[in-house]
């Protein structure tokens, strides 16, 4: 059952976040700043919840660093993340906001569970 709550929570919140992004793979940061700036914000919070999402079923420390270094200012941590995607404009917006999230939290690698 739980597994199964999981995996709903899972699928919701990749399909919530393909539908906010562009369907062509060489969408870049570039691009991503020139959305409207609340679905600039929202895109921003939908990858980190969906990040939280995965590292509360794997490291539950990095999941609260993740939620309380975001919730701490979220207008301020938004900022930082768009002036880090001005420099690093040719990459994905999701990988500049993943590398920010893994330099503030730790790594998203996890051990695969013994079977």
């Known amino acids: 059952m739980f597994l199964l709550r ?18 062509y793979a060489a969408f870049t940061a570039k691009e991503f700043l020139q959305w409207e700036e609340n679905s600039i914000s929202s895109y921003i919070q939908t990858v980190l919840m969906t990040a939280n999402t995965i590292a509360a079923r794997n490291n539950e420390q990095q999941s609260k660093c993740i939620g309380n ?4 200012d979220r207008e301020d ?7 880090i995607m001005g ?3 040719d990459h994905h917006p999701m ?3 993943l590398a ?11 051990n695969k569970p013994k079977n």
Do not use: H, Q
């Open 6 to 23: 999981f995996l709903r929570i899972a699928v919701i919140s990749a399909i919530f976040s393909a539908t906010c992004m562009p369907a």
């Open 69 to 72: 270094w975001f919730d701490s």
């Open 77 to 83: 941590n938004v900022r930082y993340i768009i002036e």
């Open 87 to 89: 420099k690093n404009s």
């Open 95 to 97: 990988s500049v906001i």
């Open 100 to 110: 920010i999230a893994e330099r503030k939290c730790g790594s998203f690698e996890y």
